[in-house]
């Protein structure tokens, strides 16, 4: 059996500059643990993969294509590839998920 403590793993640099660990890959699955503060939002991109968000904590707005919604703890929201999307924390508190791609 393998555990990982996710406050052990370090922060990687990304395109967002917001708080991303890589808690898990092989080769079909990536799994990204990510924490935005209060009014930090991710770059609007367009993933080569499907994607899904699990909402750890905290309320936040999610934009797929030209759907926006707000989210919240123990919501898991679907993004297919190819289609833009962005993640923002309106809230004030830490707006923390997981980021699992389909690879």
């Known amino acids: 059996m ?3 403590r996710v ?4 922060v990687f640099q990304n395109p967002h500059e917001v708080e991303a660990k890589r808690i898990y890959e092989n080769d079909k ?3 990204i643990y990510m924490a935005l503060k209060p009014g930090q939002s991710l770059k609007k ?3 080569p993969v499907d994607v899904f968000f699990y909402i750890l904590e ?4 999610v934009e797929i294509g030209e759907e926006k919604q707000e989210v919240e703890k123990d919501m ?4 297919p ?3 833009p999307h962005l993640l923002k924390n309106t809230s004030e ?3 923390k998920f997981l980021v699992v791609k389909i690879i």
Do not use: R
């Not at 406050?7 to 370090?10: L, T, W």
């Not at 898991?76 to 993004?79: D, Y």
């Open 81 to 83: 590839k190819g289609i």
């Open 29 to 31: 699955i990536g799994v």
């Open 76 to 79: 898991l929201i679907e993004s």
């Open 7 to 10: 406050e052990s793993i370090s």
């Open 45 to 47: 991109h367009t993933p």
């Open 2 to 4: 393998k555990v990982t």
């Open 58 to 61: 905290g309320k936040g707005i």
């Open 93 to 95: 508190q830490v707006f």
